[in-house]
Nanobody, 120 residues
Framework: QVQLVESGGGLVQPGGSLRLSCAAS????????MAWYRQAPGKQRELVAS???????NYADSVKGRFTISRDNAKNTVYQQMNSLKPEDTAVYYC??????????????WGQGTQVTVSL
């Protein structure tokens, strides 16, 4: 069982910055991929950024050049630095990780979410 706890959301003006953190429980954090998703009102949850165990990163086109995902394996924590924020970045942001379950199924674990609001 994995527990994920996000923090760092809030209200910020357009052009501002926020840093999200996600602390994970459990062992072997360093060997698993981590990701950030977001869900805006009335929209489907979408992948924002991901990072592999080897720290290879991937970003949605909408956030490339503005968001940076990173991980600190010693602290079992993944971060997302968000710069040049836009009103369309407003959403609940969720931390995610996956494990292989019985019979090769994928078990997804989610945090409780943290609200990011970009507005004047």
């Amino acid at each position: 069982q994995v527990q994920l706890v996000e923090s760092g959301g809030g209200l910020v003006q357009p052009g501002g910055s926020l840093r999200l953190s996600c602390a994970a429980s459990g062992n072997f954090f360093n060997i698993y991929p981590m990701a950030w998703y977001r869900q805006a009102p009335g929209k489907q949850r979408e992948l924002v950024a991901s990072i592999t165990s080897g720290s290879t990163t991937n970003y949605a086109d909408s956030v490339k050049g503005r968001f940076t995902i990173s991980r600190d394996n010693a602290k079992n924590t993944v971060y997302q630095q968000m710069n040049s924020l836009k009103p369309e970045d407003t959403a609940v942001y969720y931390c995610n990780t996956a494990r292989v379950g019985p019979f090769g199924t994928t078990l997804n674990y989610w945090g409780q979410g943290t609200q990011v609001t970009v507005s004047l």
